[in-house]
């Protein structure tokens, strides 16, 4: 299972502060800490204002980099931008994201094509997020067509089945199980990620929600996740169901974690 | 999804320290605050010397009946003891268990056949506990017809694939899903059952092994468990899978819990 650090994101109210008023320690803190709990990899979004968002991400990447050892995962809704940044990352990361909206696999799939990058691909267009399965894994495959006339192999590629909002849509998790078990089964070296923080969008002590979401997109072959490695809560359900999933044999990690005090105990 | 409280058990040193004593205080507060946190039924097993279990039996339920307004699961390895108490019970609960050793079915099923008793069936033997899921599904169908020929419906019997221990059986939860998946698939009116405490036995911090086990047997239609209410971790997966699972639509009972406090918060 692969961990992006979700908390380097504008669109988070106090990392826009931090990341507007250029608040080294508590950026530096954040990519420390969410690396210490487990992140593989950390995203980076700046949530800031088009005219300003090169040179913004261009500082937060070094800034990174300085105080890490991990790739980031470039995140931007502009295309370009994730391309015009790739030359500033030391190591191959993820580039967050392209979908079927027009100009993102044009301009980001020729820009990694010869490199060791991999992708996160949304299973959306310029007409936003189907509502069915079907269409979800219709643009899934498109992508990976396209991705294939480039040379880029199917095991770079992470689909994203972009998981509904469990307050309005009650069969979230049963859209996000169908298209990712399809795309599992015709393309079984694809990989499936998720975010774990939409689903539970709008609803209290979000946290459990994601958790038990984490555990049963593992379940169904999801092997990347974008999330927050600082919850107790959601590190207790990864290494668990890494053990019970038997990816983690015998438990040796998920019993390292409760030596490490990675899991917390719960409060009444 | 049926909720057993496991708490009332002899097997659990606390719990068979009070027993013992006759502890009524605390075996009465055990069985109120199993019911105000969730539980349907409450479990009822002594853990007594045999000479004694009959008589401690009788006490307990009549105890635990005057305390709360929920059945009981008669919890016995006799399955004379087991039909011995059914009289005394006020209403209907839980027969726990029968298996195939040899003169449990024989004992049970004739006295419960025509009641409203469930039953919860064991997949093991005089030999033990089958190493396969074929060899458990097999026994779970030989009980499922056995009990057919005593008039007994499917949708009064809960199987139990008895899940293996996960420090010593990589695969338990692969096990548990290719049993559970195959009765569900062959007998959709029965239902699946499971402890969640065996699966976690050896390891650290066991509650995370025990909340997300339950998570993955939910999403594999297991309908009932015998568990820890009093666990704000084990509340929190039951809940939040239930809405994900779509049974709780739009999380109503889920966001009732977070009012309730239901789920606590975890300290870091």
Not at 9 to 19: L, M, S, V
Not at 166 to 181: C, E, I, V, Y
Not at 189 to 201: A, C, E, K, Q
């Amino acid at each position: 299972m692969i961990v992006i650090g979700e908390k380097i994101n504008g669109f988070i109210p106090k990392a826009y502060t931090a990341i507007k008023s250029h608040d080294v320690d508590y950026l530096v803190e954040l990519a420390r800490s969410q690396v210490r709990f487990g992140a593989d990899y950390l995203d980076i979004c700046t949530g800031i204002v088009p005219e300003y968002e090169r040179e913004t991400m261009r500082w937060l990447i070094e800034l990174v980099q300085d105080a890490v050892d991990v790739p980031v995962a470039i995140d931007s809704p502009d295309p370009q931008v994730i391309v015009d940044m790739i030359p500033l990352a030391r190591r191959p990361g993820f580039v967050n994201s392209v979908s079927m909206e027009k100009g993102k696999c044009e301009t980001v799939f020729p820009a990694v094509a010869d490199t060791d990058w991999k992708i996160i691909a949304l299973t959306c267009n310029n007409d936003g997020i189907p509502d069915s399965a079907q269409a979800k894994y219709e643009l899934a495959a498109k992508m990976i067509e396209d991705a294939s006339g480039y040379g880029i192999t199917h095991d770079r590629l992470y689909i994203d089945p972009l998981v509904g909002t469990l307050a309005t849509r009650p069969d979230a998790l049963a859209d996000f199980n169908r298209t990712a078990l399809r795309i599992r089964k015709e393309y079984p070296d694809v990989h499936i990620i998720s975010g774990m923080s939409n689903i539970s969008f709008g609803m209290p002590y979000r946290t459990a929600i994601a958790a038990q979401f984490l555990t049963l997109s593992m379940a169904v072959g999801a092997d990347a996740a974008i999330m927050n490695p600082l919850s107790p809560e959601m590190r207790a359900a990864l290494f668990a169901t890494d053990a019970l999933l038997g990816f983690d044999r015998g438990g040796t990690r998920y019993i390292r974690g409760c030596q490490e005090g990675l899991y917390g105990s719960v409060r009444r």
